[in-house]
């Protein structure tokens, strides 16, 4: 991809993209977390 | 020098002052917590911003772009650590830290430690290594704010850098953490508009990625490869390994950077600052790598790698979009310089002189003494910088490690690891740090082929690991900490109780004796 030899392109390409998937998988992990609304300040 | 370039950067170094004078009139400075922690009031994008931009230094400008030039798509390594850097810092550190630190009533990332793992080594041992290698962290950021304020202005570099520290130093006193924040979500915000703008004209001069890398190619195909000009790291897995850990997991152990999760109004803010860190890291920090890549082929004779970046600037952009750019540059310069600079001053202030000579002074003393260090340190550096000492930003590398090394098991310990104790914290700081140290000082990475970063932080967890459970029956966690450890766990707001920060159990000595004199 990109003119890029395969190990280049999984390192440009491959890394962000698991840390894309890292971020979702938080997301995912901490839907349940409340005190998320603004009137809420959780402190 | 173009006027129209010496007039952006005026205007952005005016609008940095505005904002900390807009933070000193919401009060930044008006009580301990205010200055040290901004009232633990702020919200999930400005956390983001504030520690990606102060994660970022002038190095992003400078330091990536030369390794683009010299090493070609090899430096991706360090970004492909550095993207989800501030993600992982969240995710594992964020609430949990938030809370304990709350309630502990701990102000600086130092005096936290002590909180968690009582002893006054603890705080002593920790605030002497964060004001050295934060101290000389400061001073490199100094100089690189001169000399990048030199080059854009043609200013001779002792006034450059005169007026780099004064504005720097001027917002930072006026409003403490709040200035530094909130200055830090503009100041990443030029940084984006001005490393995608240089990214665009690049990417257009060159015509598009893929012919880029095809000329590359035929340049010299190893500029392709993940192994670096002529393969020079093939095989070399300990170093690869330890630059993708010292941008990833590496922040968890800057005390300047984990300092933003307690100042957040939310501990369950940490959840969408990691979402806005992942985000703003995508755009920014794999730019400055491929910029330095490009500029081979664009400014192939560069004298300088260092210069890359600002050359394509010069080349590529019209005065008006240069000066974006180079307060761009004096963006991630200042970002990192302010964070530094009050957190070195907050911990001299707080974890050395108050805690170890003053205890008891009032709160607003206690900031009046903290701006006045905060000041003296920022002349002294300021002097030092004139100086121009030789091999700094060796030593911001040098200082990024250990203070990593240290610091990394004992904060993630803290709020994940019930059996991390006193003599375990001790001894993970001490190895950690005497390890990175001596493995930079006696070129250990070049013999052994193992990043110092990756030795420090390996050694310094197997430390924690195996002197906490050996001392478990000696030096147990004291029951306090372990119950304040079961709050952090738990899905909910703070109760009332806790809120108050008041549990005399949990305070250091300072604040009992502030109590004792109280009630006396």
Redesign the interface.
């Known amino acids: 991809m990109f003119g890029l030899p395969v190990s280049t392109t999984w390192l440009v390409i491959g890394v962000p993209a698991f840390w894309v998937l890292y971020t979702l998988g938080f997301l995912w992990v901490t839907r349940n977390w409340p005190g998320l609304k603004r009137s809420d300040t959780g402190r | 020098m173009n006027t129209t370039v010496l007039l952006f950067l005026g205007l952005y170094f005016l609008a940095m002052l505005a904002v900390g004078v807009i933070s000193m009139r919401r009060g930044g400075s008006s009580s301990m917590e205010g200055y040290y922690l901004s009232g633990?009031n702020v919200g999930p994008l400005v956390t983001a911003m504030t520690m990606q931009s102060t994660s970022m230094s002038g190095y992003m400008f400078l330091g990536a772009g030369s390794l683009g030039y010299t090493q070609g798509?090899y430096g991706?390594?360090y970004a492909?650590g550095d993207?989800?850097g501030g993600?992982?810092n969240l995710?594992v550190l964020g609430?949990r830290m938030r809370k304990l630190s709350?309630i502990m009533g701990a102000l600086t990332s130092i005096e936290y430690l002590e909180k968690r793992y009582p002893s006054k080594w603890v705080r002593l041992i920790a605030a002497g290594l964060s004001v050295f290698l934060l101290g000389a962290y400061v001073l490199a950021q100094f100089i690189a704010g001169g000399k990048g304020l030199e080059l854009v202005t043609g200013l001779p570099y002792e006034l450059a850098l005169t007026i780099a520290v004064a504005v720097i130093l001027a917002y930072t006193l006026m409003g403490g953490y709040g200035a530094v924040a909130y200055t830090d979500l503009v100041q990443s915000f030029v940084m984006i508009i001005g490393i995608v703008w240089i990214l665009v004209a690049t990417l257009q001069e060159v015509g598009g990625?893929?012919?880029?890398?095809?000329a590359l190619?035929a340049l010299d195909p190893t500029l392709?490869?993940?192994w670096g000009r002529d393969l020079a790291y093939e095989g070399q897995w300990g170093i690869v390994l330890g630059a993708l850990l010292i941008f990833s997991i590496g922040y968890m152990g800057w005390p300047h950077v984990v300092t933003r999760h307690m100042a957040m109004?939310?501990?369950?803010?940490a959840?969408?600052a990691?979402?806005y860190s992942?985000l703003w890291?995508?755009i920014f920090v794999?730019a400055p790598y491929i910029l330095g890549t490009l500029a081979i082929l664009v400014l192939p004779e560069l004298d300088d790698p260092e210069q890359a970046i600002f050359a394509l600037a010069q080349n590529l952009l019209p005065a008006a979009v240069v000066g974006i750019v180079m307060a761009a540059i004096m963006a991630a310069i200042m970002s990192t310089a302010d964070s530094i600079l009050l957190q070195t001053g907050s911990i001299a202030a707080r974890d050395l002189y108050e805690r170890f000579i003053n205890p008891n002074m009032e709160e607003k003393q206690m900031v009046r003494v903290s701006q006045a260090i905060v000041l003296l340190l920022g002349i002294i550096c300021g002097v030092i910088a004139l100086f121009e000492p030789p091999a700094v930003f060796s030593i911001v590398v040098f200082t990024t490690a250990v203070l990593g090394s240290a610091f990394l098991p004992a904060y993630v310990a803290a709020v994940w690891w019930r059996k991390a104790n006193t003599p375990g914290a001790l001894a993970s700081m001490i190895v950690g740090s005497l390890v990175a140290f001596s493995w930079q000082y006696l070129g250990l990475d070049q013999v052994t082929g193992l990043h110092p970063m990756l030795a420090g932080v390996v050694l310094s967890s197997l430390s924690m690991v195996v002197v906490s459970l050996l001392t478990q029956a000696s030096h147990p966690v004291p029951e306090h900490v372990l119950r304040a450890m079961a709050e952090t766990a738990e899905?909910?707001?703070?109760p009332r109780p806790l809120?108050a920060q008041q549990s005399f159990e949990m305070a250091h000595e300072a604040l009992t004796l502030k109590a004792q004199e109280r009630t006396a």
């Open positions: 633990r798509y991706f390594w492909a993207i989800g993600v992982v995710s609430r709350q990625l893929t012919a880029a890398n095809e190619a392709l490869s993940i109004r939310n501990p369950f803010h959840r969408r990691g979402v992942t890291n995508l794999s899905l909910r707001p703070l809120k």
